[in-house]
């Protein structure tokens, strides 16, 4: 099989989605590929928003995303993994990071953010790149709630680049199962959280490991350093990169990104805002990606899922890419993983 980073064409009538939440009309083609809506309403409450942090198009007064709008022994909530008695820790990858700021995003030094997956849907003969996801136990990967619809797809655990094929250390795997949140919102992208079971567990490498799980309840500060991570674009409307991104993003506090000039109501509790510079977004990371922050000890933890930015473009002031908070949802996680 071949991976793209491109869409194949005629996609764009090939998925349609229903919301029953939207009113008068209820249908969305999607054309690119995606799983989910951002969110409908009408002309005078239209929430600025989309999933995935990529642009949209207007048709009336309707937005079209133009795409994604516990176990110890195996989860790694446990710093740095000894209780897991296994030779690599959580979050502590054998290539650290190169992590300084440079405007647009950077070029990842290889293997340096191991859990960082590439979620990829079937086409035909091959598989399409559609959203990030995070490695969190020798089998479970954490990603977002809209990238997930009725397709065929697989995990590619282990990758740098993405259109080639092969890389040294890679494996792909497919899912035995994907539990999504049960009261995943489509229309308010809430819960926008999902869990993929992989079909074999996979064996940790140099290339291969699980993030941490932060403590549950755990709220990052104002300014807290974090990266942001996948093979998203790299500026609003540009390509996918082929080489996997980072990119420092501040946290922004509740209460700033609720100011009714920032996002307002339209972010909860149960989300993580960060960056909203002007200079840096999540176009440098994927929906379903990590938002990954460096604990007092060496290892990385995963904070947040990107779940979705602004429709005037990923960089926009006062506009952060928005992140379900994975310390909301702790208990969750450990209760799916403790069922399947």
């Known amino acids: 099989s071949t991976i793209s980073s491109s869409t194949e064409p005629g996609y764009s009538a090939d998925i349609s989605w229903q919301i029953t939440d939207c009113g008068k009309e209820t249908h969305f ?24 942090g990529h642009g949209l198009s207007q048709k009336g ?25 296994e030779a690599y820790g959580c979050g502590l990858p ?33 598989f399409y790149h559609t ?5 969190i136990g020798n089998q479970w990967v954490l990603t977002a709630a809209h990238c997930i619809g009725s397709r065929t797809y697989r995990v590619y655990l282990g990758k740098h680049r993405l259109n080639e094929n092969n890389e040294a250390g890679s494996i792909a795997i497919s899912p035995e199962k994907i539990i999504v949140h049960e009261n995943w919102d489509s229309y308010n992208i809430r819960n926008d959280i999902a869990l993929i079971k992989l079909s074999t567990p996979v064996k940790f490498t140099d290339a291969i490991m699980a993030a941490c799980l932060p403590k549950s309840g755990e709220i990052l500060p104002n300014n807290a350093p974090s990266y942001v991570t996948g093979w998203g674009r790299l500026w609003t409307g ?6 996997l991104q980072q990119a420092l993003l501040p946290v922004v506090d509740y209460a700033t990104c609720t100011r009714s000039d920032w996002w307002g109501n339209l972010v909860t509790n149960n989300m993580v805002c960060a960056g909203g510079d002007g200079q840096l977004a999540s176009c440098n990371g ?17 904070h ?8 005037m473009g990923c960089n926009y002031r006062k506009k ?9 949802y702790i208990s969750w996680i450990n209760n799916v993983v403790a069922k399947n």
């Open 29 to 52: 083609t999607w054309s690119t590929p995606a799983a989910a809506i951002a969110g409908c309403t009408w002309q005078d409450n239209t929430p600025d928003l989309e999933a995935g």
């Open 61 to 85: 007064n309707l937005k079209y995303a133009h795409w994604p709008a516990v176990r110890p022994d195996i989860l790694s909530s446990n710093h740095p993994g000894l209780q897991r008695r």
């Open 238 to 243: 540009g390509p996918l990169a082929d080489i």
């Open 94 to 126: 054998t290539y650290k990071p190169v992590v300084t700021r440079v405007v647009g995003g950077d070029d990842v030094r290889q293997h340096s953010w191991p859990w960082q997956v590439s979620l990829q849907y079937q086409s035909g003969s091959s």
């Open 320 to 328: 952060p890419s928005v992140f379900t908070r994975v310390s909301a």
């Open 131 to 135: 959203c990030g996801g995070t490695l």
């Open 286 to 302: 994927d929906s379903g990606g990590p938002l990954n922050y460096q604990n007092s000890d060496g290892s990385w933890s995963v």
């Open 304 to 311: 947040g899922i990107v779940s979705f930015g602004s429709s």
